[in-house]
């Protein structure tokens, strides 16, 4: 079991934040089947031809998820969120490739439902995990590649520190082809119902279990629910 909370920080300043939990067990990540990466590659390319109809930032998704950013003191312009970041890439036609299934179903999620969702590997954190709005001094090295600072930006963080964000996540606690444990964070936006949240989370649960195999428990931390164990 893992205990998730979520910092009452972030619903002073966001009442309906929201954020959606999966926890999964006896996975296998592996190279994504053909099936996927045809999914991805066929839904990707749909989309380039939406947007160049619809701006990226008039999407539903991506325009709440830029208000949410607005709403918690940082520069959406600065700091694109990943779901944004995804999405420009797409609109300029460079497509994401295959990275293996666990981050190349996480990167369609995030497409998907138009928000920031993280996926790590439970054999790297320590200790209870917390959902927070991140200080001065908050930062980690990141897949990028550098390191990030997250003031004013959501952090996920552990024993630790912080190991994830909507913005980018840390190379600590990174999915790979070795792990069989994972934690799935969905950073939800906000108009979404208690209902179709977890609605959302099942769905996405039982598609990656589909993939992967084992076995997943899902979990909505919200106003009247600021923490749970998974």
């Not at 972030?10 to 053909?34: A, M």
């Not at 293996?100 to 790297?124: K, R, T």
């Amino acid at each position: 079991m893992i205990k998730v909370a979520l910092d009452s920080t972030l619903l002073n300043k966001v009442p309906d934040f929201k954020i959606g939990i999966i926890h999964y067990t006896k996975i296998v990540v592996s190279e994504s089947p053909q099936m996927i990466k045809g999914r991805t590659q066929l839904y990707q390319e749909n989309l380039f031809l939406e947007l160049q109809v619809s701006p990226v930032t008039e999407r539903a998704g991506i325009s709440e998820w830029r208000k949410l950013w607005k709403s918690l003191g940082a520069d959406p312009n600065r700091y694109r969120h990943s779901a944004e970041s995804l999405m420009r890439r797409i609109a300029k036609q460079n497509y994401i490739a295959p990275f293996h299934s666990a981050v190349d179903l996480n990167n369609f999620f995030s497409l998907q439902y138009e928000m920031p969702v993280g996926i790590y590997d439970i054999e790297n954190l320590d200790g209870n995990v917390t959902v927070s709005l991140g200080d001065e001094e908050t930062g980690y090295e990141g897949l990028n590649g550098r390191f990030n600072s997250l003031h004013n930006i959501i952090v996920t963080s552990d024993a630790k520190g912080p190991f994830g964000s909507p913005f980018v996540d840390s190379k600590r606690t990174a999915v790979t082809e070795n792990t069989t444990k994972a934690l799935q964070v969905f950073y939800l936006r906000p108009s979404l119902s208690i209902e179709n949240s977890n609605a959302l989370l099942a769905a996405a649960g039982k598609m990656f279990s589909q993939v992967h195999g084992g076995d997943f428990t899902t979990g909505l931390l919200f106003n009247t629910q600021q923490s749970l164990e998974i």
